[in-house]
């Protein structure tokens, strides 16, 4: 089962000093990396004496030693530790080139007072799931054995199938759904010939969520030569050793939450939020701190289980999709509810009000995807968790309105299958839907689905009730925006009232409301009164929510273009690059309002009367644009011909 990576990582066992140690996650391959490297030195000549010893425990590790003993300097001790010194000593002494490879070590504390002496002619070989500093210090050469490429996957899976090519089909998509772990295919392989099953027909048996890994997998008796663990098994004793590690019971409580979270990786700051820490506690019955955690999750690293890795802050945390499944498979209904609901509050609480981090966003949607994909329905009892619902505004913020119809599209799905269609969350789902096709360009779509949803509303809810007030405010949006304004002001003028009463002059709906009626004062012809609304609008944002919150950002940005409409041009151009400023520091370079705050800036440099400087904005912009939304955003469209505009004025051709 060697590719590749397997000869590159024997390549590195054969250099970097005399004691290495081979580190990797179960599965990886170290036993036959070790194997092959073993065998190319025995069949060079350069060793006198191999010895491979299995180091599952100190007992069979002094078992092994003591066995050599009889074997090399014909001693029979009693005692297994004097006959280990005995072949130590002689180890150290004698001018013979000799190879003890130790192979499946469990706990470096094993090879205390065992560690074969270093000589001019002497190699020692580890294999192991740890990744303890001890290792570090007693070896020379740290090699760490990894999954194979894709390439070497596929590679394997077609030499494995070369008797069998007509089982071939689908192997590249079946190794990458096996996360390409070098076992996984090996017990595959096996299963795909016994059953005469193509890797295509095998990945509809693996996606099957009814059934196990033991199900789709050979059984014991069924396993490849030199396999003496199925694959299930073979993480488990890792499981119980990062369990039983300082602190103890906390490993295997964090293996079940990061389970259900994304494969490619989910920041470490998941694992020290209130709501882990609280769930742990509970657990284990006594009072956990978030050292604690921290703790367990190097527990859980040392044994390969999880990779931690600082360089990548956002997915610093990875765990191997098939040590996800059989973790997640050891869970009962009761308990994987409770793991479900915890990791969504964690990553609510995590999640920040202002996306400033935009990739940090995309990782914490990636991981309200796999959560939703592995919890399923617990994830909406006895309501839909607000992760969700979460999830889909960061999507829609991040400037993709078409995806985030989808979103909501699936999620309305789930949420007439759990709850019913009259339950708040699943015509909050739709209310989703139709707002993003607004937001997407499809206006009258927009305008027209949500007569029939505020029916069904004010139906299911009352006529006061916040989503009820919540579906008008988007009705009258959208009425505006196909082209109603008159309808949209006066809707807008009896749901400010209703707010008022029912939510208070402070809420974020309530404000909301006004700051569409000042825009669209200005839009009917009045900027100045415009301008005057959304000053005194914009001294309760910053009351209310701070100066670095969207919604005070973007009054700014209608203050300002409401005072160039007025007739300050130069005056709204200065407030945008202040504005901008902020933006750049609050929300950063790639965030939507950045970017239009920046179109809206190179707007009033032209109006100001520097068209040159304008088109040279717009030109920077399309290309960030094009950059980070793509093509076929709105806001990349307009921007396109906002700058053939400006260029054409720039070079003194009267526009179209």
Avoid at 110 to 127: F, K
Avoid at 179 to 204: E, M, N
Wanted: with cysteine; proline share 5%.
């Amino acid at each position: 089962m060697l590719a590749s990576a397997d000869r590159a990582a024997s390549d590195r066992a054969a250099s970097g000093g005399a004691a290495k140690v081979l580190s990797g996650l179960g599965g990886v391959g170290k036993t036959q990396v070790a194997v092959r490297y073993a065998e190319q030195q025995w069949a060079k000549r350069a060793l006198d004496l191999l010895v491979w010893v299995t180091a599952t425990s100190k007992d069979a590790i002094l078992t092994g030693y003591a066995e050599t003993a009889c074997q090399v300097l014909g001693v029979d001790e009693a005692s297994p530790q004097r006959a280990a010194e005995r072949l130590l000593a002689w180890l150290a002494a004698t001018d013979k080139s000799w190879l003890i490879a130790l192979d499946d070590l469990q706990d470096p504390g094993d090879v205390s007072g065992l560690w074969p002496p270093t000589t001019g002619s002497g190699q020692v070989l580890i294999t192991t799931r740890r990744r303890d500093a001890a290792l570090t210090r007693l070896a020379r050469a740290v090699v760490d054995v990894d999954v194979f490429t894709p390439e070497e996957s596929l590679a394997y899976l077609h030499d494995a199938l070369t008797d069998h090519p007509h089982l071939k089909q689908g192997a590249a998509a079946l190794a990458a759904d096996l996360g390409h772990l070098p076992l996984a295919l090996a017990h595959v392989v096996a299963y795909l010939i016994d059953r005469d099953l193509t890797c295509q027909d095998y990945r509809a048996r693996l996606a099957d969520r009814r059934r196990t890994l033991t199900d789709v997998f050979p059984a014991h008796g069924e396993l490849p030569d030199d396999y003496r663990r199925t694959v299930a098994a073979t993480w488990s004793l890792s499981i119980e050793l990062a369990n039983g590690l300082a602190p103890r019971g906390v490993a295997r409580p964090l293996l079940a939450i990061a389970s259900l979270l994304d494969p490619n990786g989910f920041p470490i700051d998941v694992f020290t939020r209130h709501p882990i820490l609280d769930h742990v506690t509970s657990e284990l019955g006594r009072p956990i701190e978030t050292d604690d955690l921290r703790d367990a999750l190097r527990c859980l690293h040392r044994l390969s289980l999880v990779t931690v890795d600082r360089a990548q802050p956002e997915r610093a945390v990875r765990v191997h999709a098939l040590v996800q499944r059989a973790t997640r498979e050891t869970l009962t209904d009761a308990a994987l509810a409770g793991v479900a609901r915890t990791a969504a509050d964690a990553l609510v609480d995590l999640w920040p009000t202002t996306e400033s981090n935009i990739r940090l966003a995309q990782v914490l949607r990636s991981n309200t995807d796999a959560l939703h994909a592995n919890a399923g329905r617990h994830l909406w009892a006895p309501r839909g968790h607000s992760v969700l619902f979460r999830s889909g505004q960061s999507l829609g913020d991040s400037g993709l309105a078409a995806d985030t119809v989808v979103y909501h599209q699936d999620l309305f799905i789930a949420a007439d299958r759990y709850l019913g269609s009259d339950h708040q969350d699943t015509l909050a789902a739709r209310r989703e839907i139709a707002r993003w096709r607004g937001e997407a360009g499809d206006l009258v779509g927009a305008a027209a689905a949500f007569p029939s949803l505020l029916a069904d509303v004010v139906r299911c809810l009352g006529v006061d009730h916040p989503d009820t007030l919540n579906t008008r405010g988007h009705l009258g949006y959208w009425r505006r925006k196909a082209g109603d304004l008159a309808g949209a002001m006066s809707a807008y003028e009896e749901l400010l009232v209703d707010n008022l009463r029912v939510l208070g002059p402070d809420h974020a709906d309530t404000l909301s409301v006004r700051a569409n009626l000042a825009q669209w004062q200005g839009e009917a012809g009045d900027p100045a009164g415009a301008a005057a609304a959304i000053t005194v609008l914009l001294a309760d944002f910053l009351r209310v929510v701070g100066p670095d919150d969207i919604a005070t950002l973007w009054s700014r940005g209608n203050l300002a273009h409401w005072q160039g409409v007025a007739g300050d041009p130069v005056g709204a151009r200065d407030s945008f690059e202040l504005l901008l400023a902020d933006h750049l520091r609050a929300l950063g370079p790639n965030h939507p309002h950045t970017l239009r705050t920046r179109r809206r800036l190179a707007h009033w440099c032209g109006k100001a009367g520097d068209p040159v400087s304008a088109a040279a904005a717009y030109e920077e912009l399309l290309a960030d644009y094009l950059q980070i939304l793509g093509p076929h955003y709105p806001d990349t469209i307009s921007t396109q011909s906002d700058l053939a505009y400006w260029r054409d004025v720039a070079d003194g051709v009267k526009p179209h």
